[in-house]
C-alpha cells in the first residue's frame, strides 16, 4: 500500500513562489495517476492539477493556469507542484492523491472522490 507525504509548504508574501513535493513510499507510482489537490477554510476542497504516469500535458485548474506547474520523477517516487505568482486567495493546505488507472492515465478525473490514496496535506499561506 502506498503512502504519501507532502511537504514543501509556508509561509509567503502575494507574487512569490513555492515548490510543493510529493513522496510516495510503499509502492510506486510509477503507473498511477496523482493529482494536487486544496482546500481553504469553510471551503470545498478543489481539484489543482492532475499528471499521468507518463507525464505529458497535465491538467491545471483555471484558477492556477500560467501560474503552477506540475511535475513529475518516476524514478524518485516523486510529483512537484511549482507555485509561481501567488496570491492570497491561493492560501489553503495543499495534498496530493493518487489513483491506480489503466496505463497510470487521468483521463477526466479531476475530482476528490476520482483518488483513492491520500497524503496528510501541507499548509500555504499567501499574505498580501
Known amino acids: 500500500q502506498v503512502q504519501l507525504q507532502e511537504s514543501g509548504g509556508d509561509s509567503v508574501q502575494a507574487g512569490g513562489s513555492l515548490r510543493l513535493s510529493c513522496a510516495a513510499s510503499?509502492?510506486?507510482?510509477?503507473?498511477?495517476?496523482v493529482g494536487w489537490f486544496r482546500q481553504a477554510p469553510g471551503k470545498e476542497r478543489e481539484g489543482v492539477a492532475t499528471i499521468a504516469a507518463g507525464g505529458g500535458v497535465p491538467y491545471m485548474s483555471d484558477s492556477v493556469k500560467g501560474r503552477f506547474t506540475v511535475s513529475r520523477d518516476n524514478t524518485k517516487n516523486m510529483v512537484y507542484l511549482q507555485m509561481n505568482s501567488l496570491k492570497p486567495e491561493d492560501t489553503a493546505m495543499y495534498y496530493c492523491a493518487t489513483v491506480a488507472t489503466y496505463g497510470g492515465a487521468c483521463g477526466n478525473r479531476f475530482r476528490p472522490a476520482d483518488f483513492r490514496t491520500w497524503g496528510q496535506g501541507t499548509q500555504v499561506t499567501v499574505s498580501s
Open positions: 510503499g509502492s510506486t507510482h510509477s503507473n498511477w495517476c
